[in-house]
């Protein structure tokens, strides 16, 4: 079976602070990966997602950025935080062999710049 | 551009009583249909998932959801609510060809005793 696996669960970051969350997928080879954010009351916000190493699509220009450098890890980065960057993240895959099919996610981080 | 439309943000529901959760997509070929659950601080969990066939599918928990495509809908339903569904649902749509789920920005489910 394919589990995903997400840390750290909570993060507490200064303001001006690097960021780095790490995602990995056990139990299936080549997924699609992502990175969602969620701020309260507004939904699911996609970030980046990969359909293979080292292939990263970007959805929204921002202070934060994604590497995939293996099959089966992402990682969601940012050199310096801002307070904006505050909120629940979260990493999904999906099947690579097919798309448009259910995504799968792990338990989130929630992260807060102070 | 596609989109996922749930009308409602919140919804109060008494326990024992039956739950319909409203989805709407955006017209396009044809969709692939999800339903997941979010509990406070979790992550998302699939409840169910429309791909093809028949209209009527049924997940987990207890939950159903019912495709009109004549109305673009995928309306979710549970005869009878329990305590501990309260907690956030999030209708989705995804199309062959496309390597990203659309979104609804979710419904927060509240259940009165």
């Known amino acids: 079976s394919q589990t995903i696996h997400q840390w750290p669960a909570t993060l507490v970051q200064p303001v001006g602070s690097p960021l780095s969350l790490e995602c990995t997928v056990e139990g299936t080879s080549n997924p699609n990966l992502y990175w969602y954010r969620q701020a309260a009351g507004r939904g699911l916000q996609l970030l980046f997602y990969?359909?293979?190493?080292?292939?990263i699509s970007s959805e929204v220009p921002q202070n934060l950025s994604a590497s995939r450098p293996q099959d089966r890890q992402f990682i969601l980065s940012s050199k310096k935080l801002l307070l904006s960057d505050s909120g629940f993240y979260l990493c999904?895959?999906?099947?690579?062999?097919?798309?448009?099919?259910?995504?799968?996610f792990g338990q989130g981080t929630r992260l807060t710049v102070v | 551009a596609q989109s996922v439309t749930q009308p409602d943000i919140h919804i109060t529901v008494s326990e024992g009583a039956s739950l319909e959760l409203r989805c709407n997509y955006s017209y396009g070929a044809t969709p692939y249909l999800f339903w997941y659950v979010q509990s406070p601080g979790q992550g998302l969990q699939l409840l169910l998932k429309y791909f093809s066939g028949d209209t009527l599918v049924q997940g987990i928990k207890g939950f159903e959801a019912e495709f009109k495509r004549s109305q673009s809908s995928f309306n979710l339903r549970k005869p009878s609510v329990h305590w501990s569904d309260a907690a956030e649902y999030f209708c989705?749509?995804?199309?062959?060809?496309?390597?990203?789920?659309?979104f609804g920005k979710g419904t927060m489910l509240l259940v009165s005793p």
């Open positions: 990969s359909v293979g190493i080292g292939q």
């Open positions: 989705a749509v995804g199309y062959s060809g496309y390597s990203t789920l659309t």
């Open positions: 999904a895959w999906s099947w690579g062999e097919t798309t448009g099919t259910e995504a799968f």
